[in-house]
């Protein structure tokens, strides 16, 4: 038997492992499931290179728990250590046996999936066991070794007959202050979350199987069962197949498989596989979102070499995919030891700038292979699409190939195909292209009407982040702008080198403001007269665009510059001073008849604005009523 101190630069590792190294002390199975498996890829690799002269078979790991000893136990069929590796691999806290392995075997071993960190991955241990013991026998015709550490530096090892398997089995003998990680139901769920894709199959525990009855069985014949081991994980999951040995089935039920409370199929995925100049698999899925931007839900997963790390990928995937779902998997991701922290890497924004590609790719061929399919779930990948044209500039450079600009006639434009409908009409005398839009179409259907009788289109532009999208579409191309639809009278929008024809004099205009001002008396609305159609509305409410759109920008983050706080709610009262109402505003003699008159058109503008709320419109419908009676 040997005796000895593990080979450490400081009294005692276990307590600084313990409390600094890893935040979560439940992420050590997740380590000793990972070494357990890179035991066994090694095995398969040597014996398929013919160095281990061993049959390989069909491993598995194995979880184990006994409430009475108070041990849980992990038990590999891979490549088991001799005593001489065990004092290289364990006792020698930092040292990795996986590192050291892929550099002997770097050429052939380059796909065998061995994630590289035995070291200290093994120490995690002692954040839960008070005791651990390593069992072990090698490949090789070596005796079974077995090691044990309290938690001090001082370790025991000697030769046992206790086991005659090749292989690793490590024991916990869990302190008292861990015991929820001799719950069945606790180890289940950690499995669950850490290791639900690892490539060797984990058994836990066994669960009853029903045998088929045969074709000719009776009736009232009754089944017979069997214990099978209960297989918690899938070894082969869809991002590590190729592609075009997947069906579209196969894609939805690795989704639900992912996300079991998802019951709603996703719109479509994106495959990714890159082997230069960095390793990464994975499938994107994109839900139906609308105008969804939560994106703490079901969100997507990292892996390491099918070990789960995090689903905080922030960095790894540009900030405007954070809203789509599914699975990334590398090796040259940069984490801290304890895979808790990305490391700042150029390799990160390699990786980002791939996926990004990948997406608007991936975009850009949909569009091309069913144009109306791609129109149907527009609504529900747009905000995608928009918040990538604000975040990420090489995005939106590629963004005019696949981003809609739907009508509020239901009909779907590309950027190109928009403008060459729209500019014969909505080029203003200045030579600028007017784009009109509305956010609402029910809440803006006048506006919308007054516009398409002018022989404009009206665009439908409902996300939350539109007047991000707009200011960005504003900046970089040239002579375009855009107003919402009810920013203004439909004259001004798009202004032309018309004849205005007055039908009121100066003075009669002056006296027309003069009296729908002192009506009003309210600091929200400016008094504007404007000479229109005598057919257009008498009174329209109108918001500034500029405001409008800041106030709008704030809300969804930025727009909140000069330290203006919040916006106030601002409007403009349009009176149309060639109206018949103007003309009987002005002819109206009794203060009261005439302020009465004024206030009842503001009311209507304020109905059609859905800006009458609360008392105001109590009092108006009472008013109307009474104007019924008469």
């Known amino acids: 038997m040997t005796k000895g101190n593990i080979n450490v630069s400081v009294e005692n590792i276990f307590p600084l492992i313990k409390k600094f190294l890893y935040s979560d002390h439940e992420i050590f199975l997740r380590e000793l499931i990972s070494n357990a498996t890179d035991a066994t890829l090694k095995l398969k690799h040597l014996t398929s290179i013919g160095e281990a002269k061993v049959e390989y078979g069909n491993p598995k790991l194995e979880v184990k728990i006994d409430k009475e000893q108070k041990t849980l136990r992990i038990i590999d069929q891979g490549i088991g250590m001799t005593a001489e590796e065990v004092e290289k691999y364990i006792n020698q806290v930092a040292f990795s046996g996986a590192e050291e392995f892929l550099e002997k075997y770097k050429d052939s071993a380059k796909d065998s999936g061995i994630i590289g960190h035995f070291g200290l991955g093994f120490y995690s241990a002692f954040m839960v066991a008070e005791k651990v013991e390593i069992v072990t026998k090698s490949y ?3 005796p079974a070794v077995r090691w044990i550490c309290d938690g001090s530096p001082e370790f025991t090892l000697e030769e046992t007959t206790d086991k005659t398997d090749r292989g690793t089995e490590i024991i916990l003998h869990i302190a008292e202050d861990s015991t929820e990680f001799l719950e069945e139901a606790k180890i289940r ?3 669950s979350k850490y290791n639900k894709f690892m490539p060797v199959p984990i058994k836990f525990g066994t669960k009853t199987h029903t045998l088929p009855l045969p074709e000719d069985a009776p009736e009232d014949a009754v089944a017979e069962t069997e214990e099978v081991d209960n297989i918690i994980n899938n070894p082969t999951p869809a991002w590590t197949i190729a592609p075009g040995e997947l069906t579209s089935e196969d894609y939805m039920k690795f989704y639900h498989e992912l996300y079991p409370m998802q019951f709603e199929e996703p719109l479509f995925n994106i495959h990714l596989n890159v082997d230069y100049p960095f390793n990464l698999t994975g499938v994107l899925f994109f839900p139906k979102l609308s105008n969804n931007l939560n994106i703490d839900k079901d969100k997507i997963q990292l892996y390491q070499n099918q070990v789960f790390v995090t689903d905080e990928v922030k960095g790894i995937v540009p900030d405007f995919l954070m809203l789509l779902r599914g699975v990334i998997d590398s090796p040259d991701i940069p984490l801290n030891v304890s895979r808790s922290y990305l490391q700042a890497d150029g390799a990160v924004k390699k990786i980002s700038s791939y996926i990004t590609k990948k997406v608007a790719d991936k975009m850009s061929s949909l569009i091309n292979e069913n144009r109306q399919d791609y129109e149907q779930k527009w609504n529900d990948i747009k905000i995608v699409i928009e918040y990538g044209i604000i975040t990420e500039e090489k995005f939106a450079e590629k963004a005019d190939k696949f981003t809609l600009y739907p009508t509020t006639d239901g009909k779907y434009f590309l950027w190109n195909e928009l403008l060459e409908k729209i500019q014969p009409a909505h080029t203003d005398k200045d030579g600028n292209t007017v784009i009109l839009y509305a956010t609402n179409a029910d809440e803006q259907h006048s506006y919308i009407q007054a516009a398409n009788d002018k022989g404009y289109d009206v665009l439908l ?41 007055s039908k009121l004099t100066e003075t ?5 403001k003069k009296n729908v001002e002192e009506a009003v008396k309210d600091a929200k609305f400016t008094v504007q007269l404007e000479d229109l159609d005598s057919n257009d509305a008498p009174f329209t409410i109108t918001q500034p665009e500029f405001m409008r759109r800041m106030k709008e920008m704030q809300a969804t983050g930025g727009g909140g510059m000069f330290g203006m706080g919040g916006f106030p709610e601002m409007y403009n009262l349009v009176v149309n001073s060639n109206s018949e109402l103007s003309n009987q505003i002005l002819k109206t003699e009794n203060p009261e008849e005439k302020e009465t008159l004024i206030k009842y058109a503001l009311d209507l503008a304020k109905l059609s604005q859905n800006l009458l709320k609360g008392k105001d419109l109590t009092d108006f419908i009472q008013r109307s009523y009474k104007q019924l009676e008469k």
Not at 466 to 489: G, M, N, P, Y
Not at 508 to 512: D, T, V
């Open 461 to 501: 532009l409902d996300s939350p982040v539109i007047s991000h999208v707009i200011q960005k579409l504003e900046t970089s191309k040239e002579k375009i702008s855009f107003a919402r639809v009810d920013a203004d009278h439909i004259n001004n929008l798009i202004k032309k080198d018309e004849p205005v024809i």
């Open 140 to 142: 090789k015709d070596e």
């Open 189 to 191: 769920e950690l499995l």
């Open 508 to 512: 009669e205009k002056e006296s027309l």
